[in-house]
Structures are given as structure tokens and as C-alpha cells.
């Protein structure tokens, strides 16, 4: 069945649908864009929703277009669905947009003005988004708004997809006249929701603590789940979805709501004075202000939305699905990841040729697939305080060049990686200076260092140019297979000297799309090489990076007990195939604990895998049991990678983690089970599967114990033999019988 959108002439009624969801708006008389309903399928809609009017106090009326008349007093805006709405035209919630005109005033008011209808989804311009592969995969509304004093149009696009509970929104902003205005702010997305009990989902964190699960009841006020750092953030996720108090993994309505941006975003949430909802999600207002002058356009990012009825499971496997389906690109985005090995946890920046010798030695030995060369390599680099932005090699490090080493690498049979972080320069670097001024700041004041850093200003071209020019001198001359790109600070003093002081609020979306630039041509000239995004570990991991690089580093933290939470909860929005996970040495770094290598295996092998330790240090028992892992990964890696991933038990929740790796054609099952803390009398948790064959029987070959699919789902497994350990962690493989 295909994506439907349909315009029911007289009513004014707006519906798309596909097999999974109905979403409706009407053009009320007059001339707001109101919505009905998102949720669950309906084949036709008849009045239902019509928005039953009252007068109520301290909300104004909609003046009557008849002078002199008196305006309909039941009709506020303050209280109508709407979606997409203005500013101080008697609507007191948030705005979805406020326009600053030349004379000071920030009126907007959006009437109707007309809709089209296009096969398939046409693409953003200089922004990452979802995209088709055939027009028949999804259908898209443009629908017209315009403020006629202001003479500008605002173009709300929806897609919806055929095959996938999912609608895209943006919105396009186009100035029809010749005056000069300001978007002080302008959503991407807006959603009313009638009353009902909503819950929000968010997910909070910090560097080394990313992607926390939070749940919390909506109250009256106003919620603000954003980022002011200049970047998507460690520290809140752009995502959010609102369930009902009885939504749970597996049962009752979630409506998942992701931007696909990796700048400053806010997602707001309000309740108003009767208990409706409103979202607003966009880039975020906090220091923005866009120059949209005569006849000029402004593109909003793209949010995607999911529904389900089935849980956050659900919820989350159609993200999976559409993100590494329709949002990753390239030739990596279906591959088999390499296993990598990374040297960072290794050495840090103190290696010399000798020590990167060995360790690639030691990965061939065992099995490892890449060998990527972390921080250090450039310029003068022994520590933090200096050389990013000096993109050339660090020749008293390498005995015969960093050629030498990726030349060693592959001789050993093992890729070559390399890390970059393009977006920074250091005080101490020859960039610096050569160009002082590259560095956002502000005239007469200090730059605020932090981790020894400067940000390069990306919203000026020539120096994304600059950078273009320096990395790809390297990425020419050495054979590259992988490329680690980091961003190890957010933004201070963001001013650039290359605008107007009355543009300076776009500096930080035009850093972002320098961003964009600067990947987008470097993707698109290497397409052989597999980039993986990073910040500071997982300080940038969003959809916007996704669309130019297919996996980013988790976290910083790889301690096998906080990765549970971390992997757990980044796996709310994003697909397993974007996330790296390694094991590293114990004591861990960040943490401090000590967890046996199997724990952090099994932890580190439930995303795309690898090793960030030094593989000499381990007595012979380990390194044999890092053959093992290896060997188990390569076998399970597609159904690991591709396959279903399955929450069965939150570590947020429990003393004990449970999850799932299911094939699409429900054949295959890998079961991870994880115990967090000894208890003297340990509970024993059952984990029920989900989404089997239950009419199937499957086999677990290692015990050659057979068990029915829905044996399996309702009756369920204990956990362990019941071990009087820390940090125990099992893994069970089962298959269809034939
Ligand atoms: C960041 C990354 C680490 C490592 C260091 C190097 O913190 O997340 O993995 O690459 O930078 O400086």
C-alpha cells in the first residue's frame, strides 16, 4: 500500500496515511492550518475533531474580516490545535516563529494559501535529511502558509513514507517582498497535542556518561530539552519521544521525534491552561537570529517523526530501520564493519614506530581487521596544547613516514585508519599563527580555551577550504582506509569577522553548515573510505552526522558496566551499525573497575566492535580468549550489525541488562544477558523473548537443547547459572529448526 495524501476540497481536510498512521489537518474559516490527529491509521475522517469553540477569558479573538463586526468569541488561537504557528496574534504558548521586521515588531500571523503534491521526497539543500530511492517509497505535502503584511511564505513540507510509520516535517521560509527581516526563531516542526496524560522520554548525559534514559510526567509549564554548545551534544540527545504512563517497551503508543542537526537544537514542551501539549522542535532560538533578506529563503533541519502502538521497541526499530536504511549513505552504510584496533587507550600520543609496530603485529596475530592511528600523528603533537589544524605528519614519529606505517598496516593484511579533528586549531600551531583571526572569537576580549583548544570558524568557506585543502594532501598521498573525525570542545566568543554585526546570530548555523560543506566534499571524493564521527566520544551523535558518516564512537567511557546504560539508551534512536564499542583494559580508565574480559566482550561485541588496549600487555589465557571473540564476532557480525536489536531489560531499571539481536527473517537469535551487582540473595530474572516464531521450534547449538519460539516469548530463560560475581555477563545463540 502506498503513502496516501488526500485533500478533501470541501471540508479543507488534509490526510496522510500509510498502513501504520493517519495524520490530519484542516484549514479552519479562517485560514489557520489546524491539527487534527497524529496516531494510528484511519481510513477516512468525518468531523470528529472539530474543535469545539468557548469564550473564555484572557484569550483574544480573531478579528472579524468584516469591520465592525464582532469577532467570533468561541475562536482563539490561543487554544486551537495548530501547526505551525506565529507570534502575539493572541496565541500565548510558545512560537513556532517570530519574525523580526525593520520597524522592531515581531507579529507573525500565518493564514493558508495553498498546497501541492509530489510523488517520492525531494531533498534538503546543504543539509543532511532522509531521503527515497524511488519515488513510489514515499509521498510529500508542501502546504503554504503566508503572513501577508509581511509578504512572507512559510512552506511546511510533510512526507510520508509508504512502508515505515514515519513522517518527515521541514519548513521553508521565503521572503516575498524586498524588505529585510530577522527568523529570531523558526521551528522545523510543531505538534499540538489535544489533552491526554503524556510522559516525555529524553535522553540527558555528559561526556563519558551519555544518552541516560529519563522519563518524566508533563506538567504545566514549559520544558526545554536543548543544546546551547554549538553542538548536538553529550549532554542532551536531539530526541525525545512522548509515550503514555502505560507505554513500555512492548505495548501502547510512542510518538518518536528526532532532528536530523547537529548544532544547537531545542526541543520545547509546554502544557497550556487546558492540558494540550505543545512541541515545538527546530534549531534552537538561544542566540539565533537569521538575515533574510528581499526575495531570499531560509531551510529549516528536517525532524523525523515516528508513531507506534507497540511500544518503544517498535518506536525505535523503525528509526533503526529508516536511519541506516535511508539517512546513512555510501557504500558502508549495508557493509560489515571492520574489527578495529585503536592505539589511543595504548599509548595516547606517546608512540613512536616501534610501539605502533607491534601493535599492529599483535592485531594481525589475532585476528583484528584495522589498524587506527588515534591522536598524535600531526604536526608537533605530544600532548593537547598543540598542531590541530597543522595537517601534515609528524615526521620525527615515524621511521619511514606515516605512509610507512599505513604501508606496514596493509602489508600485514589490516586496514589503515587515521584520526582528524578538522574543526579546531590549536594556540600553538603554525595555522594559529599564520591566521590568528581564524579562530571564532570576539574583538577585545579573550578566547576561552578549552581542552588547550581554539574552534576554527567553519562559517566562513575559506577556512573550511583551508582545512579541505590539508587533509586531502594527506588523504591523496597515503592509502586510507578509515578516518576517525573528532570535535573535542563546544563553541565560545562565536562571532565571526566575515559578517555584519546584524548577522551574528547566524554564526552558529552557519558553523554547522560549514560542517556539512567540509564533510559532504570529502565523502563524496574518498567514497572508499569508512569516516566514523566522534566528539569527545559521543558528544555528537545524531542523524545529521549520520548522513555522512555511518557509525561514531559511542562514548568515551568504555567501561563494560556504564556502556550497558549508555548502549542501551543510544539504542532508543539510533541503529546498532552507527555504534563503535571497544574493550579496553581493566582497571578501566574512566571508572576505575575492574570487569573480566568476557563482560566487556560481550558488552564491547553488541555494536560494531574493536579493541582500544595494547594486546602485548595480556598474558597468553587473554589473548586466547580475544581469538575467540574475534572468531564469534566475524560469525555473528551481520545478524549483530543488521539485524533486530531487542530490549528485554533495562539496565536503568534493574540490577541486571537483557538484549536481543534478532535476524529479519526471525531465523537467528543471539541472546545477551548481563548481571550487574553480586547480591547474597540474587534474585534470578526471567528474560522473555520477543518477536520469534512462535509456531517455530529453535535450537541453541551449544547445548543442542531445542525450545519452541513460543516457549521461548512466554515462558522465557533464566538468566545464569546464578554466579556469586560482579559483572557477569552470558550469551546464547539459537536458530530455526528446519
Ligand atoms: C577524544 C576521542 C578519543 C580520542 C581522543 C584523542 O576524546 O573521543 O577517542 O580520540 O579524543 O585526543
Same mark, same amino acid.
Given at each position: 500500500?502506498?503513502?496516501?495524501?488526500?485533500?478533501?476540497?470541501?471540508?479543507?481536510?488534509?490526510?496522510?496515511?500509510?498502513?501504520?498512521?493517519?495524520?490530519?489537518?484542516?484549514?479552519?474559516?479562517?485560514?489557520?492550518?489546524?491539527?487534527?490527529?497524529?496516531?494510528?491509521?484511519?481510513?477516512?475522517?468525518?468531523?470528529?475533531?472539530?474543535?469545539?469553540?468557548?469564550?473564555?477569558?484572557?484569550?483574544?479573538?480573531?478579528?472579524?474580516?468584516?469591520?465592525?463586526?464582532?469577532?467570533?468569541?468561541?475562536?482563539?488561537?490561543?487554544?486551537?490545535?495548530?501547526?505551525?504557528?506565529?507570534?502575539?496574534?493572541? !496565541?500565548?504558548?510558545?512560537?513556532?516563529?517570530?519574525?523580526?521586521?525593520?520597524?522592531?515588531?515581531?507579529?507573525?500571523?500565518?493564514?493558508?494559501?495553498?498546497?501541492?503534491?509530489?510523488?517520492?521526497?525531494?531533498?534538503?539543500?546543504?543539509?543532511?535529511?532522509?531521503?527515497?530511492?524511488?519515488?513510489?517509497?514515499?509521498?510529500?505535502?508542501?502546504?503554504?502558509?503566508?503572513?501577508?503584511?509581511?509578504?512572507?511564505?512559510?512552506?511546511?513540507?510533510?512526507?510520508?513514507?509508504?512502508?515505515?510509520?514515519?513522517?518527515?516535517?521541514?519548513?521553508?521560509?521565503?521572503? /516575498?517582498?524586498?524588505?529585510?527581516?530577522?527568523?529570531?526563531?523558526?521551528?522545523?516542526?510543531?505538534?499540538?497535542?489535544?489533552?491526554?496524560?503524556?510522559?516525555?522520554?529524553?535522553?540527558?548525559?555528559?561526556?563519558?556518561?551519555?544518552?541516560?534514559?529519563?522519563?518524566?510526567?508533563?506538567?504545566?509549564?514549559?520544558?526545554?530539552?536543548?543544546?546551547?554548545?554549538?553542538?548536538?551534544? &553529550?549532554?542532551?540527545?536531539?530526541?525525545?519521544?512522548?509515550?503514555?504512563?502505560?507505554?513500555?517497551?512492548?505495548?501502547?503508543?510512542?510518538?518518536?521525534?528526532?532532528?536530523?542537526?547537529?548544532?544547537?537544537?531545542?526541543?520545547?514542551?509546554?502544557?497550556?491552561?487546558?492540558?494540550?501539549?505543545?512541541?515545538?522542535?527546530?534549531?534552537?532560538?538561544?542566540?539565533?537570529?537569521?538575515?533574510?533578506?528581499?526575495?531570499?529563503?531560509?531551510?529549516?533541519?528536517?525532524?523525523?517523526?515516528?508513531?507506534?502502538?507497540?511500544?518503544?521497541? !517498535?518506536?525505535?526499530?523503525?528509526?533503526?530501520?529508516?536511519?541506516?536504511?535511508?539517512?546513512?549513505?555510501? /557504500?558502508?552504510?549495508?557493509?560489515?564493519?571492520?574489527?578495529?584496533?585503536?592505539?589511543? #587507550?595504548?599509548?595516547?600520543?606517546?608512540?613512536?614506530?616501534?610501539?605502533?609496530?607491534?601493535?599492529?603485529?599483535?592485531?594481525?596475530?589475532?585476528?583484528?581487521?584495522?589498524?587506527?592511528?588515534?591522536?598524535?600523528?600531526?604536526?608537533?603533537?605530544?600532548?593537547?596544547?598543540?598542531?590541530?589544524?597543522?595537517?601534515?605528519?609528524?615526521?620525527?614519529?615515524?621511521?619511514?613516514?606515516?605512509?610507512?606505517?599505513?604501508?606496514?598496516?596493509?602489508?600485514?593484511?589490516?586496514?589503515?585508519?587515521?584520526?582528524? #579533528?578538522?574543526?579546531?586549531?590549536?594556540?600553538?600551531?603554525?595555522?594559529?599563527?599564520?591566521?590568528?583571526?581564524?579562530?571564532?572569537?570576539?574583538?577585545?576580549?579573550?578566547?576561552?580555551?578549552?581542552?588547550?583548544? @581554539?574552534?576554527?570558524?567553519?562559517?566562513?568557506?575559506?577556512?573550511?577550504?583551508?582545512?579541505?585543502?590539508?587533509?586531502?594532501?594527506?588523504?591523496?598521498?597515503?592509502?586510507?582506509?578509515?578516518?576517525?573525525?573528532?570535535?573535542?570542545?563546544?563553541?565560545?566568543?562565536?562571532?565571526?569577522?566575515? @559578517?555584519?554585526?546584524?548577522?551574528?546570530?547566524?554564526?552558529? &548555523?552557519?558553523?554547522?553548515?560549514?560542517?556539512?560543506?567540509?564533510?559532504?566534499?570529502?565523502?563524496?571524493?574518498?567514497?572508499?573510505?569508512?569516516?566514523?564521527?566522534?566528539?569527545?566520544?559521543?558528544?555528537?551523535?545524531?542523524?545529521?552526522?549520520?548522513?555522512?558518516?555511518?557509525?561514531?564512537?559511542?562514548?568515551?567511557?568504555?567501561?563494560?558496566?556504564?556502556?550497558?546504560?549508555?548502549?542501551?539508551?543510544?539504542?532508543?534512536?539510533?541503529?546498532?551499525?552507527?555504534?563503535?564499542?571497544?574493550?579496553?583494559?581493566?582497571?578501566?580508565?574512566?571508572?576505575?573497575?575492574?570487569?573480566?574480559?568476557?563482560?566487556?566482550?560481550?558488552?564491547?561485541?553488541?555494536?560494531?566492535?574493536?579493541?582500544?588496549?595494547?594486546?602485548?600487555?595480556?598474558?597468553?589465557?587473554?589473548?586466547?580468549?580475544?581469538?575467540?571473540?574475534?572468531?564469534?564476532?566475524?560469525?555473528?557480525?551481520?545478524?549483530?550489525?543488521?539485524?533486530?536489536?531487542?530490549?528485554?531489560?533495562?539496565?536503568?531499571? &534493574?540490577?541486571?541488562?537483557?538484549?536481543?539481536?534478532?535476524?529479519?527473517?526471525?531465523?537467528?537469535?543471539?541472546?545477551?544477558?548481563?548481571?550487574?551487582?553480586?547480591?547474597?540473595?540474587?534474585?534470578?530474572?526471567?528474560?522473555?523473548?520477543?518477536?520469534?516464531?512462535?509456531? /517455530?521450534?529453535?535450537?541453541?547449538?551449544?547445548?543442542?537443547?531445542?525450545?519452541?519460539?513460543?516457549?521461548?516469548?512466554?515462558?522465557?530463560?533464566? &538468566?545464569?547459572?546464578?554466579?556469586?560475581?560482579?559483572?557477569?555477563?552470558?550469551?546464547?545463540?539459537?536458530?530455526?529448526?528446519?
Amino acid at each position: 500500500m502506498a503513502a496516501e495524501i488526500t485533500y478533501d476540497k470541501q471540508k479543507q481536510v488534509f490526510h496522510l496515511s500509510n498502513p501504520f498512521l493517519s495524520y490530519l489537518m484542516q484549514v479552519d474559516e479562517h485560514g489557520l492550518l489546524q491539527h487534527l490527529y497524529f496516531g494510528k491509521r484511519i481510513r477516512n475522517y468525518h468531523d470528529g475533531r472539530s474543535y469545539p469553540g468557548r469564550d473564555r477569558g484572557f484569550s483574544g479573538n480573531v478579528p472579524s474580516a468584516n469591520l465592525g463586526e464582532q469577532p467570533d468569541r468561541t475562536y482563539s488561537k490561543d487554544l486551537i490545535l495548530q501547526e505551525y504557528s506565529g507570534n502575539q496574534t493572541g !496565541d500565548y504558548r510558545e512560537a513556532g516563529s517570530i519574525i523580526r521586521s525593520d520597524n522592531g515588531s515581531v507579529t507573525v500571523d500565518w493564514r493558508y494559501k495553498g498546497y501541492e503534491i509530489i510523488e517520492g521526497k525531494p531533498s534538503l539543500t546543504k543539509l543532511p535529511h532522509s531521503y527515497v530511492e524511488s519515488n513510489d517509497e514515499a509521498t510529500t505535502l508542501n502546504i503554504t502558509l503566508e503572513d501577508t503584511v509581511l509578504k512572507v511564505e512559510a512552506v511546511l513540507t510533510y512526507t510520508i513514507y509508504a512502508d515505515r510509520s514515519v513522517i518527515t516535517r521541514s519548513v521553508k521560509m521565503i521572503n /516575498k517582498s524586498s524588505a529585510t527581516y530577522y527568523l529570531e526563531k523558526i521551528a522545523s516542526t510543531q505538534i499540538d497535542f489535544p489533552k491526554q496524560d503524556l510522559e516525555v522520554i529524553s535522553l540527558p548525559g555528559a561526556h563519558v556518561r551519555e544518552r541516560q534514559i529519563e522519563r518524566q510526567k508533563i506538567k504545566h509549564g514549559t520544558y526545554r530539552f536543548e543544546s546551547r554548545r554549538g553542538t548536538s551534544s &553529550h549532554h542532551m540527545n536531539p530526541f525525545i519521544a512522548l509515550v503514555h504512563p502505560d507505554t513500555t517497551e512492548h505495548q501502547g503508543e510512542a510518538f518518536g521525534v528526532q532532528l536530523v542537526y547537529s548544532g544547537n537544537h531545542l526541543f520545547s514542551l509546554s502544557k497550556d491552561y487546558i492540558d494540550q501539549t505543545r512541541l515545538i522542535v527546530g534549531i534552537n532560538d538561544y542566540n539565533f537570529s537569521w538575515q533574510l533578506k528581499g526575495n531570499a529563503e531560509f531551510q529549516t533541519p528536517e525532524v523525523i517523526m515516528v508513531y507506534t502502538d507497540n511500544g518503544l521497541n !517498535d518506536m525505535s526499530h523503525t528509526f533503526h530501520h529508516l536511519l541506516r536504511e535511508r539517512v546513512a549513505r555510501g /557504500k558502508h552504510k549495508f557493509a560489515e564493519r571492520p574489527i578495529v584496533i585503536n592505539n589511543w #587507550e595504548a599509548t595516547f600520543m606517546d608512540f613512536d614506530t616501534k610501539k605502533l609496530k607491534s601493535i599492529i603485529d599483535k592485531a594481525a596475530e589475532v585476528g583484528v581487521e584495522m589498524f587506527v592511528l588515534d591522536d598524535g600523528w600531526f604536526g608537533h603533537r605530544d600532548d593537547d596544547t598543540s598542531s590541530l589544524g597543522d595537517w601534515y605528519e609528524y615526521k620525527s614519529k615515524f621511521e619511514n613516514g606515516l605512509g610507512g606505517i599505513a604501508d606496514y598496516t596493509h602489508e600485514k593484511g589490516l586496514k589503515f585508519g587515521l584520526w582528524f #579533528e578538522p574543526e579546531m586549531i590549536s594556540r600553538d600551531s603554525d595555522l594559529f599563527r599564520q591566521h590568528p583571526d581564524f579562530a571564532l572569537q570576539v574583538p577585545n576580549r579573550e578566547l576561552t580555551l578549552s581542552r588547550s583548544q @581554539y574552534v576554527l570558524d567553519f562559517s566562513r568557506p575559506e577556512i573550511v577550504d583551508t582545512i579541505y585543502q590539508q587533509m586531502i594532501k594527506i588523504l591523496d598521498r597515503i592509502p586510507i582506509d578509515y578516518i576517525k573525525w573528532d570535535m573535542n570542545r563546544h563553541l565560545t566568543e562565536v562571532w565571526s569577522n566575515a @559578517y555584519s554585526p546584524a548577522q551574528q546570530g547566524e554564526i552558529y &548555523h552557519r558553523y554547522v553548515l560549514g560542517l556539512y560543506e567540509l564533510m559532504g566534499r570529502l565523502v563524496e571524493r574518498y567514497p572508499n573510505i569508512l569516516w566514523e564521527g566522534c566528539s569527545g566520544g559521543g558528544g555528537r551523535f545524531d542523524a545529521g552526522i549520520l548522513y555522512y558518516f555511518p557509525q561514531t564512537w559511542t562514548s568515551d567511557n568504555t567501561d563494560a558496566v556504564a556502556r550497558l546504560k549508555i548502549q542501551y539508551g543510544t539504542s532508543l534512536a539510533y541503529p546498532i551499525s552507527n555504534m563503535t564499542s571497544h574493550i579496553s583494559e581493566s582497571p578501566n580508565q574512566q571508572t576505575g573497575r575492574n570487569t573480566s574480559l568476557a563482560i566487556r566482550g560481550d558488552v564491547a561485541m553488541s555494536g560494531v566492535f574493536g579493541y582500544e588496549l595494547n594486546l602485548d600487555e595480556l598474558p597468553e589465557t587473554e589473548i586466547e580468549q580475544v581469538k575467540q571473540q574475534i572468531k564469534f564476532y566475524k560469525k555473528h557480525r551481520k545478524l549483530i550489525q543488521y539485524g533486530n536489536f531487542v530490549r528485554l531489560d533495562s539496565p536503568f531499571e &534493574h540490577n541486571s541488562a537483557s538484549w536481543a539481536f534478532i535476524s529479519e527473517d526471525q531465523k537467528h537469535v543471539l541472546l545477551f544477558n548481563f548481571n550487574i551487582l553480586s547480591e547474597a540473595q540474587p534474585e534470578i530474572p526471567i528474560t522473555k523473548l520477543k518477536g520469534l516464531k512462535p509456531d /517455530k521450534d529453535y535450537i541453541e547449538p551449544a547445548t543442542s537443547k531445542v525450545y519452541g519460539g513460543d516457549e521461548l516469548m512466554n515462558v522465557g530463560l533464566y &538468566h545464569f547459572p546464578v554466579q556469586q560475581r560482579d559483572f557477569v555477563s552470558s550469551v546464547r545463540y539459537f536458530e530455526e529448526l528446519q
